[in-house]
C-alpha cells in the first residue's frame, strides 16, 4: 500500500519567515510529485510539480525532491498571511492515474 | 491553461431528491477524470474514478447505485446523487487529467450539497 505522509500540523510561522513543509512517501519508484493548496472550504488548486531531484523555484516557492531519502519538501519565501491554507502533498497511486494524498499540513502565517 | 468548471457550486435540497453536477475540462481533453468528497476539516476522499467511454471504477465502499458516474466525452463527467439524504451532505469536488504520463490533477471549484 503506498502511502504519502505529512505532519498536519498547524505550523505558525511570523510573517515575512520561510514556511518549511514536509512530506515523506514510500514508494521508491514514484516519479512525480504535486503540492497543492486548499484553502477553508475551497477546492485545491495546483501549486508546484516535480520530477527531478533538486530544488525547483516558482515565485516564492521552491520545491525539493530527494529520491534518496523518499521526501518532497515546500519552501514558501517570504510568507504572508494569503498563504495560510492546509498544504497538500501528492505521489502517483496505483493505477488509473489516480494519486496518493498526504493528510495536509496546515499552515498559519501570523502577521 | 488546465480549467476544470464544476456546477452548481451549492445545491440546497429536500430528502429524496436526485442532485446531478457537472465537471467540465475547458481547455483540455480529460481523459481520466476523479470525484472526492470531503467532509470539514477532514482529508479528501476519493469516491471513483472514470475514463472517457468506459464505466467508472467505485473504491470501496461507495456505492455506485447511489453515486452515478457518467464519462461521455474527454470533456465532461456528471455525478448523480440519487435520492439523497441528510447524511450524503458533503463537499463534493471533481478533478481531471490527460493523458500523457507524470501529469497533475486539476480540480473544479467543488460542490457543496445540503440536504435538508
Known amino acids: 500500500q503506498k502511502e504519502v505522509e505529512q505532519n498536519s500540523g498547524p505550523l505558525s510561522v511570523p510573517e515575512g519567515a520561510i514556511a518549511s513543509l514536509n512530506c515523506t512517501y514510500s514508494?521508491?519508484?514514484?516519479?512525480?510529485f504535486f503540492w497543492y493548496r486548499q484553502y477553508s472550504g475551497k477546492s485545491p488548486e495546483l501549486i508546484m510539480s516535480?520530477?527531478s531531484n533538486g530544488d525547483k523555484e516558482d515565485g516564492r516557492f521552491t520545491a525539493q525532491l530527494n529520491k534518496a531519502s523518499q521526501y518532497v519538501s515546500l519552501l514558501i519565501r517570504d510568507s504572508q498571511p494569503s498563504d495560510s491554507a492546509t498544504y497538500l502533498c501528492?505521489?502517483?497511486?496505483?493505477?488509473?492515474?489516480?494519486?496518493?494524498w498526504g493528510a495536509g499540513t496546515k499552515l498559519i502565517i501570523k502577521p | 491553461g488546465a480549467v476544470v468548471s464544476q456546477h452548481p457550486s451549492r445545491v440546497i435540497c429536500k430528502s429524496g431528491t436526485s442532485v446531478k453536477i457537472e465537471c467540465r475540462s475547458l481547455?483540455?481533453?480529460?481523459?481520466?477524470m476523479f470525484w472526492y468528497r470531503q467532509f470539514p476539516k477532514k482529508s479528501l476522499m476519493l469516491m471513483a474514478t472514470?475514463?472517457?467511454?468506459?464505466?467508472?471504477?467505485?473504491e470501496q465502499g461507495v456505492e455506485k447505485d447511489k453515486f452515478l458516474i457518467n464519462h461521455a466525452s474527454l470533456t465532461l463527467s456528471t455525478l448523480t446523487v440519487t435520492s439523497a439524504h441528510p447524511e450524503d451532505s458533503s463537499f463534493y469536488i471533481c478533478?481531471?487529467?490527460?493523458?500523457?504520463?507524470?501529469?497533475?490533477?486539476?480540480f473544479g471549484d467543488g460542490t457543496r450539497l445540503s440536504i435538508l
Open positions: 478533478s481531471a487529467r490527460g493523458a500523457a504520463s507524470n501529469q497533475p490533477q486539476h
Open positions: 481547455d483540455f481533453q480529460a481523459t481520466t
Open positions: 472514470s475514463n472517457e467511454g468506459s464505466k467508472a471504477t467505485y
Open positions: 514508494d521508491r519508484g514514484s516519479q512525480s
Open positions: 516535480i520530477y
Open positions: 501528492a505521489a502517483p497511486g496505483d493505477s488509473n492515474y489516480q494519486l496518493i
